[in-house]
């Protein structure tokens, strides 16, 4: 797999591009199925979310260290017509809950609804928000204030990788974990790649970095959801969702990457 050698020139790279930050705030960018929570396809039943071993301790840590979490991830069977969006908000609300009883939580959830063979009209088309497109993380970084240079994509599957790649975020991180040991035989231009996201968060706080005021200092064992939850849309659809649907979003940053191995 890809390893990075601590003693080269691309490591100081990384190292101060993760390092260095101005008053926007540094994010890890997480997908959800294979990464946080177990990969069971399409998940239509929030009691079938169930997290990976070791991931809600891995937000926790981020959390403390000053990161922002946020999720981005693709949820076509919305335009497929297996479930709803108030399915899918009861699904991420388990994901929450499951968080809050392990003392941490994730800043906010960005998905993607649609797929151009769906049946569904409404989600039926060509978006900016699937991954690999990087409209789900620019959306993002506009609501949240973020540094995207100074900011970190984790997933297993490359249109994770991508997407962190297209909307120029400062590294990429390839889990083990879902379909992460298939694809790291692939050339998938990762800047790291990690076991698990435990794994993966504990070379990232490896790094040298200031400190940031800790986001988890405060929190209890509560399972209240006090993170948003986002819909990113490619067209304006009705909704009683708290955020606007999304219009399309414009040209990605260009992504500053590093060599590989």
Known sequence: GTRLDLSSRRFYGLHWRLRYFQMADRVV???RDGTITVERGHIAD???LELLPGSAEAIRRLRTAGWKVLVVTNQSHVARGQITE????QIHRSLQQQL??????VDGIYHCPHHPDGIVPAYALVCQCRKPLPG???RAASDHDVDLLHSVMVGDARRDLQAGQAAGVGATILVRTGHGTSVEREDHG???VAADLAAAVAWLLALPSPARPARDSEMTGETENNADSYLCQAEQIPSDHPTEAMGQVGTAFPHKGFQHS
């Open 190 to 192: 990762a800047d790291h």
């Open 86 to 89: 108030a399915d899918l908000e």
């Open 136 to 138: 789900l993380l620019l």
């Open 29 to 31: 960018f997480l997908d």
């Open 100 to 105: 809050g009883i392990l003392q941490t939580q």
């Open 46 to 48: 929030a009691g079938d």
